[in-house]
């Protein structure tokens, strides 16, 4: 069974920096795309970046020069660096990934992290 397990987050004051990681374990999978979402009291999740297999990355508008997804393909594992945190960066961060097997494809969600970013 595949498991993403998220970790990193945490309380900040504005204009620091945090790194979130989400780590794919199991065996037997591959993995395509993998992305962080957030979601706020009140809101949708929103897509925030996401990263092919490749290395291509794309950023959601309000995080563009500011956070930069990466992966480490030997180890499952994709990070997200947040540097210059907004009070409106607040949220619950979520790894999701594309998943497959030999006769399979999931897409997997991680439990979530809390980040909340102090003014």
């Known amino acids: 069974q595949v498991q993403l397990v998220e970790s990193g987050g945490g309380l900040v004051q504005a204009g620091g920096s945090l790194r979130l990681s989400c780590a794919a374990s199991g065996r037997g999978f591959s993995i395509n795309a993998m992305r962080w979402y957030r979601q706020a009291p009140g809101k949708q999740r929103e897509l925030v970046a996401g990263?092919?297999?490749?290395?291509?990355?794309n950023y959601a508008d309000s995080v563009k020069g500011r956070f930069t997804i990466s992966r480490d393909n030997a180890v499952n594992t994709v990070f997200l660096q947040m540097n210059s945190l907004k009070p409106e960066d607040t949220a619950v961060y979520y790894c999701n990934a594309d998943i497959y097997g030999s006769t399979w494809a999931v897409g997997y969600w991680g439990q979530g992290t809390q980040v909340t970013v102090s003014s």
């Open positions: 990263i092919t297999s490749g290395g291509s990355t």
